[in-house]
């Protein structure tokens, strides 16, 4: 059964970077389209961003385009997101999760209650100061 293992989060100042890892535990990972979402404070999950197990189509929510961009290096097993231009919005666990052979568009769009059910990572929290 697929597992996804995430890197460490961390403090980062306005305006700064950080980029997430999200790291498979089987090959099925290269077939499935993976999303990274937030958990902010107060607030309801948030798709941020997703990409096709290929890596040829992904989906960002509007609040991070320009911003952050989403990749993967299948050989890797490995999903990154890189954030720039942070802002203290962006605070908030970010977790990993695959989403089998959805679209990126209709993972990223999910609620929580609809979803995704596949394999979660165990949270990256990030913290961005003002």
């Known amino acids: 059964q697929l597992q996804l293992v995430q890197s460490e989060g961390g403090l980062v100042e306005f305006g700064g970077s950080l980029r997430l890892s999200c790291t498979g535990s089987?090959?099925?990972?290269?077939?499935?389209?993976i999303g990274w979402f937030r958990q902010a404070s107060g607030k309801e999950r948030e798709g941020m961003s997703c990409?096709?197990?290929?890596?040829?189509?992904?989906a960002y929510a509007d609040f991070v385009k320009g911003r952050f961009t989403i990749s993967r290096d299948n050989a890797k097993l490995t999903v990154y997101l890189q954030m720039d231009k942070l802002t203290p919005e962006d605070t908030g666990v970010y977790y990993c999760?695959?989403?089998?052979?959805?679209?990126?568009?209709?993972?990223?769009?999910?609620?929580?209650?609809?979803?995704?059910?596949?394999?979660w990572g165990q949270g990256s929290r990030v913290t961005v100061s003002s």
């Open positions: 999760a695959s989403g089998g052979g959805t679209t990126p568009q209709t993972l990223c769009a999910m609620r929580p209650w609809q979803g995704p059910y596949g394999a």
């Open positions: 089987e090959s099925t990972l290269a077939l499935e389209t």
């Open positions: 990409i096709s197990s290929s890596g040829d189509n992904t």
